[in-house]
C-alpha cells in the first residue's frame, strides 16, 4: 500500500500526487498548478475502509466515517485532534497518523459532549498530551456517562468559560465559547495559521439540526453565536461541520454559517406563527416537512426542530 502524506514539506507536492492521483490530470501543468489544482479539488482521498480524508486548508483536515466530523492537523513534531467519534473510528484515524508521523498526539478537543463527539475519546488514554473542552461540555459529559452507566470514558483534563489559547511551535490554536446554542458547551476551534474554524454542531450544513435541550440549548442564542463566529473570524476563514445532509460537504464557508443562521431564524418565526394561530405541537409536526423560507434544509428530523423551537417558545 502506497503511504498517504499529510504533512506539509518539501515533499508534500510528491506526496499529494501520491494521494489523489485518480482525481486530479497533473500532464503538462506546473507544480504551483498542480497544487493549486489540489487544493480546489480538496484532494480527497478514500483509505481502504469505509473513512474519507480531506484536506481543508494547509495542515487541517477532516476525518469522516461514522458520527461527527474529526479536525484534525499534523506535521513532524505536532498533532492535534479535534473530536473523536466512535472507539473504532478514533483507531482508523490514529493508524493514519501513525504513518506520517511519530509525534504523540499533543493536543486533542472536544467540541462538546455528544456521543457521536466524544465516545472515541478513550483510543487517546495512553496517548495525550492535553485534553481541552468547555466547562459544561465537562460537566454534560459526566452526567451522560453516569445515566447511562458507560465506562471506558476519558474526560477532558482542561476547561475553560468563555476563551483559551493553545500553542506549539509554529501552531497557535484559540477557542472560544459564544454562549448555549445547539448544547450548553459547544465551542469553535481556530487554527490560527491555516485559518480554520472547527464548528462542531454549531452547523449542520443544509440538515435538520439536533437541538438539545435536555443539554442547554437555545436557538435563539444560537443565531447570535454564528454572527459573533462569523464576525470574530471573518469571511476568508474556512469551516468545518459536524454534519451535513447528503450531497452537502462537511466543509465551507461564512455563507454556510449565514445558511444555517437563517434556517433557525425562519424556525423561530414559524414556530412563533404556528403557536399563534393555536397550532399543537402534533399538529404541526404532522403537516411541516420544510421550514419556510429555509426550504434547503433536508432529511430526517425536522421534529426535533419543531419540538425544541416549541419549548423554547412555550
Ligand atoms: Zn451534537
Known amino acids: ?122 483510543a487517546y488514554k495512553d496517548l495525550l498530551g492535553m485534553h481541552i473542552a468547555h466547562e459544561n461540555s465537562l460537566k454534560n459529559q459526566k452526567r451522560v456517562a453516569e445515566e447511562r452507566e458507560q465506562k471506558d470514558v476519558l474526560y477532558p483534563t482542561t476547561t475553560f468559560a468563555t476563551d483559551q489559547k493553545y500553542s506549539k511551535g509554529d501552531l497557535k490554536m484559540s477557542f472560544n465559547y459564544f454562549g448555549a446554542a445547539h448544547t450548553d458547551g459547544d465551542i469553535v476551534s481556530f487554527f490560527e495559521n491555516d485559518n480554520v474554524a472547527h464548528m462542531g454542531d454549531l452547523v449542520f450544513n443544509r440538515r435538520f439540526p439536533y437541538i438539545d435541550k435536555s443539554a442547554g440549548a437555545n436557538i435563539a442564542n444560537w443565531v447570535q453565536v454564528l454572527d459573533k463566529t462569523v464576525k470574530t473570524y471573518g469571511t476568508d476563514t474556512k469551516y468545518i461541520f459536524g454534519h451535513s445532509a447528503n450531497g452537502y460537504p462537511v466543509r465551507g464557508n461564512s455563507e454556510d454559517l449565514n445558511a444555517m443562521k437563517n434556517y433557525l431564524e425562519r424556525l423561530l418565526e414559524f414556530g412563533m406563527a404556528s403557536i399563534k394561530s393555536g397550532i399543537s405541537l402534533n399538529e404541526a409536526k404532522a403537516s411541516t416537512t420544510v421550514i419556510p423560507g429555509a426550504e434547503e434544509w433536508q432529511g430526517k428530523g425536522i421534529e426535533r426542530s419543531l419540538d425544541a423551537v416549541y419549548q423554547e417558545l412555550s
Not at 33 to 51: H, M, Y
Not at 75 to 95: K, N, W
Open 1 to 122: 500500500m502506497q503511504r498517504r502524506k499529510f504533512i506539509s514539506s518539501g515533499s508534500q507536492l510528491g506526496a499529494l500526487l501520491l494521494i489523489a492521483p485518480h482525481l486530479i490530470s497533473c500532464k503538462g501543468k506546473s507544480s504551483a498548478e498542480v497544487k493549486e489544482d489540489l487544493i480546489k479539488n480538496e484532494s480527497i482521498f478514500k483509505s481502504g475502509g469505509d473513512f474519507t480524508i480531506t484536506n481543508v486548508a494547509g495542515n487541517v483536515w477532516t476525518f469522516e466515517e461514522r458520527g461527527g466530523t474529526i479536525g484534525f492537523y499534523v506535521t513532524e513534531d505536532t498533532v492535534v485532534v479535534i473530536d473523536t467519534q466512535f472507539p473504532d473510528q478514533s483507531g482508523h484515524l490514529l493508524a493514519e497518523i501513525a504513518t506520517q508521523t511519530s509525534s504523540k498526539v499533543d493536543l486533542l478537543v472536544n467540541t462538546h459532549h455528544h456521543g457521536d463527539h466524544t465516545s472515541g475519546n478513550i
